[in-house]
């Protein structure tokens, strides 16, 4: 099992604003994933904070490639939509896709995952 962890839990888990235990144990047992769009979003911050040191651990997660199916992304808005699910960015819905596409749990704090999950084959991790 992989878990890739979405933007908003590692900068929870950075800043001490939620419980380190579930991260700390998917580091341990060397269960977490990573790609390019998270880690777009994370270093940013950290090199201006100049955070050599996380951004060195960071880029050393495994990476899963991203390859987007924009006809499944539209697919994915169009179910959104016809659900009610609304304002989820297509950054999100790449990271779901990408979730989808590498048989990949997704940790979230994002309700809107939750959301998509009951409507797409995506696998939560909790």
């Known amino acids: 099992m992989s878990i890739l962890i979405v933007s908003s839990v590692w900068i929870s888990y950075f800043r001490g604003t939620i419980g380190s235990g579930t991260v700390d ?3 341990a047992e060397n269960l977490v994933v990573t790609n390019e769009l998270i880690l777009a979003e994370l270093t940013p ?3 201006v904070r100049r955070q050599r040191r996380l951004i060195a ?3 050393e997660i495994k990476r899963y490639s991203i390859e987007i199916d924009w ?3 539209t697919k994915m808005q169009i179910t959104c939509i016809r659900k009610g699910i609304n304002g989820i960015g297509i950054p ?3 990271i779901a ?3 989808v596409q590498n048989s ?3 940790l979230s704090l994002d309700k809107h995952f939750r959301l998509l999950s009951k409507h797409l084959p995506l696998s939560l991790y909790s």
Request: aromatic share 4%.
């Open 25 to 27: 144990f998917l580091i």
């Open 45 to 47: 911050p950290l090199h």
């Open 57 to 59: 651990l960071l880029q």
């Open 71 to 73: 006809e499944g992304i």
């Open 92 to 94: 999100d819905l790449i």
């Open 97 to 99: 896709q990408n979730a």
């Open 104 to 106: 990949l749990h997704l």
